[in-house]
């Protein structure tokens, strides 16, 4: 015998505020955890270290969005990480410590004979620039990229393929300006100053941990207001039937090259705080590997969950941490055994087989008969119960 577990929608805005009001409270609690009492029981480094990961778990995020909701995959985004650490790097290596003579250039602009600072370079001295910049300057690049692709209405793996053709150009870009950004060796920060305080000093690496908890929650709110109204469900659409979507009277190039730009601001953002917490921003950050593990993050912890991407990240990168240390020779070995595990077993990654399938799974192995969900709960919807009154009532004839 099987079971009806009516999904009533019907229940109205209550059971919604409900559930948001929940989901808050669990969003606090988190936060709350990991500010005040994980500072407590971890040490520096390994707080660090959990700061560079939730750092990785805003861009996972991203990547969901556009992969788990729009059906986008990818594997570019290293480009809008980087972006976003480089423009903070940038700023950080323009600032001196109290008694340097101003105007002073970085130390590499010298290795290599260059003698006034390039033009670029000069509106970084501004942190209120920077900041603006950590965000726009991903945003407006996925935003020309995404147009540039969708317009010619080119999806699926060609896509795929593209966004990675797009991040070796950057890499090979990046990786060649000796003279304006220090081409291979990347640019360094944990040396560098902000606000008069060492970057790399275990306060301020503290401080920057709390920051990316903070824009970690915030990014996630923001994600999750896109993904649950009317802009969400259509995205669903464009995932699922982008010509049906067309066909509806809507633009679909619109509202990918918008989420598209949307993720890689978050890309960004991402790259701003990994690299103050790491101490070094390179083109190793636009690495093809770097971009499709993010990916890899996602589907560990299941596509268009936002949850799963977050989990996804900081266990997969803990994970490779811990298996690096006991294991050096072999842990990518186990990488990618996780990987083959998610694809055949898992293929809702972990979060979405614990809300889709765990619970079926449970009842079998009790030897009880699985629930199903039937289409949302009409019977329950007050407008189906008026009309449904109207049909019933006897009319009176003449």
Not at 224 to 244: H, K, P, Q
Request: hydrophobic share 50%; charged share 15%; with cysteine.
């Amino acid at each position: 015998m099987v079971v009806s577990r009516t999904m009533a929608t019907g229940e109205g805005n209550g059971g919604r505020k409900q559930a948001l009001l929940t989901e808050g409270l669990w969003l606090g609690g988190v936060v709350l955890v990991l500010t005040l009492i994980l500072p407590l029981i971890l040490s520096d480094f390994r707080l660090t270290l959990l700061g560079r990961f939730l750092a990785l778990a805003i861009v996972a995020l991203g990547i969901d969005l556009i992969w788990g909701f729009t059906g986008l995959l990818s594997l570019g985004h290293g480009i809008f990480f980087a972006l976003g650490g480089y423009a903070l790097a940038m700023h950080l290596n323009l600032q001196l410590p109290a008694g340097q003579p101003a105007g002073q250039l970085p130390e590499f602009f010298t290795l290599y004979g260059v003698s006034e600072l390039p033009g670029f370079w000069q509106p970084f001295y501004s942190f209120p620039f920077t900041l603006g910049a950590i965000v726009v300057l991903p945003l407006v690049v996925a935003a020309i990229l995404g147009y540039l692709v969708f317009r010619n209405r080119i999806r699926g793996v060609y896509f795929s393929i593209l966004t990675q053709a797009a991040l070796v150009v950057f890499f090979n870009l990046f990786n060649g300006q000796q003279k304006l950004i220090n081409g291979t060796n990347g640019l360094k920060t944990s040396t560098q100053f902000l606000f008069g305080q060492e970057v790399g000093s275990p306060e301020m690496q503290f401080q920057f941990y709390v920051l990316t908890v903070l824009m970690l929650a915030v990014i996630y709110i923001l994600c999750r207001g896109l993904t649950s109204g009317r802009f969400g469900r259509l995205l669903v659409a464009i995932r699922d039937d982008e010509s049906r979507v067309r066909f509806s009277g809507y633009n679909p190039t619109l509202f990918k090259v918008v989420v598209f730009a949307v993720s890689g601001a978050m890309a960004g953002i991402a790259g701003a705080l990994y690299t103050v917490q790491s101490g070094i921003v390179s083109p190793q950050y636009m690495d093809i590997a770097f971009s499709i593990e993010m990916v890899i993050w996602v589907a560990v912890g299941g596509r268009a969950t936002l949850v799963g991407a977050i989990v996804g990240a900081v266990a997969v990168n803990y994970g490779r941490s811990l298996l690096s240390e006991k294991f050096p020779e072999v842990w990518l070995f186990f990488q990618g055994a996780l990987f083959l595990l998610v694809v055949t077993v898992l293929p809702d990654g972990v979060v979405g087989w614990l809300r889709f399938r765990a619970w079926d799974q449970v009842t079998r192995l009790l030897g009880r008969s699985p629930y199903t969900s039937t289409y949302p709960g009409l019977d329950l919807n007050e407008a189906v119960i008026q009309e449904k009154k109207q049909f019933e009532e006897p009319k009176d004839h003449p």
